[in-house]
C-alpha cells in the first residue's frame, strides 16, 4: 500500500488515518470534490501563459494582502498569499483576452434582461376585487399605495405596493412582457399570473450600462459558462492507472 494522505495522531489508531489514492478517489466522488477539482485544474491550464509584469504582481500582492489583513485565520501564509493573487490576476487577464473584445455585443444581447424596474403592485385572488381596484386608480378615487395597503395579498402590501429597482430577468414572464411594453405611469388593466389576479403600473424604467461593474460581472458570465463547458462530466472519468 502506497499512502497518499495520512492525517491525525499516530499514537492514536481513532484519530490516525491513511488514505491511498484509490481511497481519495472514491471519497472525492462520494462528496462530490472531483468538478471543483478539475475546475481549478482548467483554470491553471488556460492561464497557464498569460504573463505579468512584475508592477502588476507587485500591486495585486498588496491589494490581497490588504483584504486579509487583520482576520483571525493565519493559516495562510504569505507565500500563499502572493500565488493567490497573482493567480486571480492572472485569470482576469485571460478573461480580458478571451472575451473583452466582444463584450459589447454580448452586452446588447442580454441588455433587455438586465435592464431594472421600479414597479407598482397590487396581487389579489378576487377578480372582482382587481377590476374594482383598477377602476378606482383609473377614475383618480384612490391612490395606487392606499389601494396596495388595503387589499394587496403580497408582500408588497407593506411597501405601498412599490417594488424595486430589480431586474427584468428575475420577474415571471407573464411580468417581463407587461413591463416590457408599458411607458412610465401607464397602468396595466388585472392579468393572471400563476393563481393571482395583478394590477401593474410601471414606474420607472433604469437601462444596463456597460459600466466597470457591469462589465466585469459579463465577463465573469462568459467564463463561468465556458467553465461549465470544460468541466462537463462527459469531458471526464476516474481511471486508476497500473504502476
Request: glycine share 4%.
Amino acid at each position: 500500500m502506497n499512502p497518499v494522505l495520512q492525517f491525525g495522531d499516530a499514537s492514536s489508531e481513532q484519530s490516525y488515518r491513511i488514505l491511498t489514492a484509490p481511497e481519495i478517489l472514491e471519497l472525492m466522488g462520494k462528496y462530490q470534490l472531483i468538478p471543483p477539482l478539475l475546475k481549478e485544474v482548467v483554470i491553471d491550464q488556460a492561464i497557464a501563459q498569460i504573463e505579468c509584469t512584475p508592477q502588476e504582481e507587485q500591486q495585486a500582492c498588496e491589494q490581497l494582502a490588504q483584504q486579509y489583513q487583520g482576520r483571525p485565520d493565519q493559516s495562510i501564509s504569505p507565500e500563499q498569499l502572493n500565488s493567490m493573487a497573482i493567480r486571480q490576476l492572472k485569470l482576469e487577464k485571460f478573461k480580458e483576452a478571451t472575451w473583452g473584445q466582444d463584450l459589447e455585443s454580448y452586452f446588447f444581447q442580454r441588455k433587455s434582461q438586465l435592464d431594472r424596474v421600479i414597479y407598482s403592485l397590487i396581487t389579489t385572488s378576487d377578480i372582482g376585487i382587481a377590476q374594482e381596484i383598477y377602476f378606482r386608480i383609473q377614475e383618480g378615487e384612490q391612490s395606487f399605495a392606499e389601494l396596495a395597503r388595503e387589499y394587496a395579498q403580497g408582500p408588497e402590501a407593506q411597501t405601498d405596493g412599490l417594488v424595486g429597482p430589480v431586474e427584468l430577468q428575475s420577474l415571471h414572464p407573464r411580468l417581463i412582457q407587461i413591463l416590457s411594453v408599458s411607458q412610465p405611469q401607464q397602468l396595466s388593466p388585472p392579468n393572471q399570473i400563476g393563481e393571482w389576479i395583478v394590477i401593474v403600473r410601471l414606474e420607472k424604467l433604469l437601462p444596463a450600462q456597460l459600466d466597470r461593474p457591469m462589465r466585469q460581472r459579463l465577463l465573469n458570465e462568459r467564463f463561468q459558462a465556458w467553465l461549465q463547458t470544460q468541466t462537463s462530466a462527459q469531458n471526464w472519468q476516474i481511471k486508476l492507472l497500473d504502476e
